[in-house]
T-cell receptor, first 114, second 109 residues
């Protein structure tokens, strides 16, 4: 059974550009959540999707957005990139949302903003 | 707000026992997770606690005290491969998972 797949693995952008990251969950998993990981802040929750609906959103500006498709694949978009957006973006999936559901993480997309 | 505290770094010796503490202050509580993350890799699930007490799984155990807002992860018979970051995460009443900053554990021979 394939794990959570994130593409691309590495990305270099310049300030002001926009970027789209992709996440394919484990087959059968319908819940996808996104996290930003930086050395100083640790993992910070971005948003969670289930059945194409955003269930929860973290404390990030509106430049960060996401969506989920009918096949449970998810994308996140960051517009007007800033230097501080440089981070590892992790996607995680679970069968359904729920406080007792363990998350399966992808290897992440390392975004560098120059 | 949500606040989860863990030590930034710990060092231990191969074969020893180490305890990684996590204290939390969150708006409600719906469960606590521990994840392991090796450098450059994805976090992987270690344990889940929702009731007070100790959950044992092989060399790893996790303890929870909800009244104290406290958990620890206990690693026994340390191996070099246990060198990694250990992440404590809490589900709050709004079903949002908040992670602590992680504890980087270095195991020395």
């Amino acid at each position: 059974k394939a794990g959570v797949t994130q593409t691309p693995r590495y990305l270099i952008k310049t300030r002001g550009q926009q970027v789209t990251l992709s996440c394919s969950p484990i087959s059968g998993h319908r819940s996808v959540s996104w996290y930003q990981q930086t050395p100083g802040q640790g993992l910070q929750f971005l948003f969670e999707y289930f059945s194409e609906t955003q269930r929860n959103k973290g404390n990030f500006p509106g430049r960060f957005s996401g969506r989920q498709f009918s096949n449970s694949r998810s994308e996140m978009n960051v517009s007007t990139l800033e230097l501080g957006d440089s981070a590892l973006y992790l996607c995680a999936s679970s069968l359904v949302p729920g406080s007792n559901e363990k998350l399966f993480f992808g290897s992440g997309t390392q975004l560098s903003v120059l | 707000g949500q606040n989860i505290d863990q030590p930034t770094e710990m060092t231990a010796t191969e074969g020893a026992i180490v305890q990684i503490n996590c204290t939390y202050q969150t708006s409600g509580f719906n469960g606590l997770f521990w994840y392991q993350q090796h450098a450059g890799e994805a976090p992987t699930f270690l344990s889940y606690n929702v009731l007070d007490g100790l959950e044992e799984k092989g060399r790893f155990s996790s303890f929870l005290s909800r009244s104290k807002g406290y958990s620890y992860l206990l690693l026994k018979e340390l191996q070099m491969k246990d060198s990694a970051s250990y992440l404590c995460a809490v589900y709050n009443a709004g079903n949002m998972l908040t992670f602590g900053g992680g504890t980087r554990l270095m195991v020395k021979p």
